[in-house]
């Protein structure tokens, strides 16, 4: 299975995605309403999932359940362990691990598309020297 984005970028990605969602679902009433965040960021952690690493997944999903619990459960910042905040943690896990099991898998490149009009490309022996200079 080919991946789109390594690890380093991938969490990241997901990492700052939570975040705004969280900004977003807490500006928009999810502190009363704690479906509409978990719904918001199952679907990040979903969406990050796919085009991730496992260990990238997991780590999403991992943040973005400590936003949900530290700022729509826990509203300042502090983690709440509560029975809510384990089955969102279930949630965010089996959306991720679900989003990289069935992840479409990306059509191989073909070579260059049939616009392009450029130079061919130089071949690997020339290492950017004069092969006339060199003999």
Known sequence: MRIFLPGGFGFPLGFGAGIGVTMVAVAAG???HHVWSVLALAATTAAVSSVTTVPAALAT????????????????????FTREALEAAALFVVAALLAVTV???????????????????PSRSDHGRDNATNS
């Open 30 to 32: 999810a502190a009363s």
């Open 61 to 80: 999903a991992a943040a973005c359940w400590c936003l949900h619990s530290g700022f729509v459960l826990g509203r300042y910042g502090q983690l709440v």
């Open 103 to 121: 992840r479409p898998e990306p059509k191989p490149a073909r070579g260059r598309p049939s616009w392009w009009q450029g130079a061919p490309a």
